[in-house]
């Protein structure tokens, strides 16, 4: 199966700081980005296109193909400090990368 | 507005099994690529598969370590998604959440609020 492999496994930021999150696979892969915040369910922000998802804010965006992918957000508001996840989606069985955990400094 | 709600959940032992059901409203729930995918307790999120619409063939795939034990089905006239877990072992503790592919590119996917399994003696 496709292994993910996100970095940094925390990143710790300020509110207005810019940040870039990574995922490499194991493979070629079609590539999507999800957020993640304590008990609620996770929420697709950049499909396998690399583009937002309907209702996601401009400050996130995705990038990469291939193997390699990155997410960033350009100034991080309040509501963004989550975890993050990249999901590979292909004909056989998907996956996840293990997360990014983005803290407030 | 799409709507999953999964039930089912709850305390059970090791050895047994478990059915848990994801309610689909709001969207036509047979076009739909449905999924599982679960978050055991201080881990991360789990892929654990999916199930085609029949009308696609009704494939499913299952992630390697749970395709001998997890069985995933649908039922379209109720509307209704399955999981059924053989042999629960204490490591499926987690919350389930149901998952519906997006029904248009681009378009969002949708998700449950999830349901706790906790497999204990």
């Known amino acids: 199966e496709i292994v993910l492999t996100q970095s940094p496994a925390t990143l710790s930021l300020s509110p207005g700081e810019r940040a870039t999150l990574s995922c490499r696979a194991s493979?070629?892969?079609?590539l999507a980005w999800y957020q993640h915040t304590p008990g609620q369910a996770p929420r697709l922000l950049i499909n396998?296109?690399?583009n937002r998802a309907p209702g996601v804010p401009g400050r996130f965006s995705g990038s990469g193909s291939g193997t390699d992918f990155t997410l960033t957000i350009s100034s991080l508001e309040p509501e963004d400090f989550a975890v993050y996840y990249c999901?590979?989606?292909?004909?056989?069985?998907?996956?996840f990368g293990q997360g990014t955990k983005v803290e407030i400094k | 507005e799409m709507q999953l709600v999964e039930s089912g959940g709850g305390l059970v032992k090791p050895g047994g099994t478990l059915r848990i059901s994801c309610a689909g409203s709001?969207?036509?729930?047979?076009?739909?690529?449905m999924g599982w995918v679960r978050q055991a307790p201080g881990k991360g999120l789990e892929w654990l598969g999916r199930?085609?619409?029949?009308?696609?063939?009704?494939?499913?795939a299952y992630t390697a370590p749970v395709k001998d034990r997890f069985t995933i089905s649908r039922d379209d006239s109720r509307n209704t998604l399955y999981l059924q877990i053989h042999s629960l072992k204490t490591e499926d503790t987690a919350v389930y959440y149901c998952?519906?592919?997006?029904?248009?590119?681009?378009?969002?996917?949708?998700w449950g609020r999830g349901t706790l399994v906790t497999v204990s003696p």
């Open positions: 998952t519906a592919d997006p029904l248009i590119r681009g378009g969002a996917d949708c």
């Open positions: 396998e296109d690399s």
């Open positions: 999901r590979q989606r292909g004909r056989g069985p998907r996956s």
């Open positions: 709001g969207f036509r729930f047979s076009d739909a690529w």
């Open positions: 199930i085609q619409s029949n009308v696609d063939g009704g494939a499913v």
């Open positions: 493979q070629t892969v079609n």
